[in-house]
């Protein structure tokens, strides 16, 4: 088990930017994945970017070269750098932390959400 915490979600205006913080209760490098989902009102969760253990990241087409994710498995915490932000990235944002084989979710964890809004 891990307790996932979200911070610095918030107000911004269109072209800004925000830094969210993911931090666990544990150490997140037994984790094979962490990652950013975020689910707009009426709409499906979808992920926004991971970083696996070794470091490689995948981002959603919407977000590739505007954000960034990041982990510091010495503190435990993930970060996601959103740069110039749109209304469209309007979601609550939520962090996860999965479990793997090669073949299989073994287990997935999710914080309670931060809700980021980007005013036009």
């Known amino acids: 088990q891990v307790q996932l915490v979200e911070s610095g979600g918030g107000l911004v205006q269109a072209g800004g930017s925000l830094r969210l913080s993911c931090a666990a209760s544990g150490s997140i490098s037994r984790f094979n994945t962490m990652a950013w989902y975020r689910q707009a009102p009426g709409k499906q969760r979808e992920l926004v970017a991971s970083i696996t253990n070794g470091g490689s990241t995948n981002y959603a087409v919407s977000v590739k070269g505007r954000f960034t994710i990041s982990r510091d498995n010495a503190k435990n915490v993930v970060y996601l750098q959103m740069n110039s932000l749109d209304p469209e990235d309007t979601a609550v944002y939520y962090c996860?932390?999965?479990?793997?084989?090669?073949?299989?979710?073994?287990?997935?964890?999710w914080g309670q959400g931060t809700q980021v809004t980007v005013s036009s």
């Open positions: 996860n932390a999965r479990l793997s084989t090669i073949s299989r979710i073994l287990a997935d964890f």
